[in-house]
């Protein structure tokens, strides 16, 4: 798993190493409703605006499946209240059936019939 993590990682941040590398010129960014302008490299506009994109859509994923990790949470409580009251039962059982027949260590009589 370390093996294919670093098979992948490694051209991926050469890629973004060369990027950066070859897009250092400064551009001139404008806020446009306020009187703010700011000149930042390209490479730091252009990694800047993928990586806010990246976790902005991972944020709403992660939004999106909260309403199913909290019906799994219920689920797993549910299951667990259910697997302990089935070993409950299961020990009640368990008890009946024993004092229900006794042990019993002798053989029983057998019957001559010599008549």
């Known amino acids: 798993m370390k093996f294919l993590f670093w098979l992948l ?3 991926f941040a050469l890629v973004v190493v060369i990027f950066a590398v070859s897009n250092r ?3 001139a960014v404008d806020f446009w409703p306020l009187p703010f302008r700011q000149d930042v490299p390209l ?3 252009s990694l800047g605006t993928l990586a806010f994109g990246f976790f902005f859509g991972a944020l709403l994923t992660w ?3 909260a309403k199913w ?3 799994a949470m219920s689920r797993k409580k549910d299951t667990d209240y259910a697997e302990a009251e089935i070993e409950r039962l299961n020990t009640k059982i368990n008890e009946l059936n024993a004092q229900k027949e006794p042990a019993q260590e002798v053989l029983p009589a057998v019957k001559n019939d010599a008549a």
């Open 69 to 71: 990790r909290v019906i």
């Open 25 to 27: 010129g400064p551009i």
């Open 9 to 11: 990682f490694l051209p």
């Open 63 to 65: 939004l999106q499946v």
């Open 43 to 45: 490479y730091l506009l």
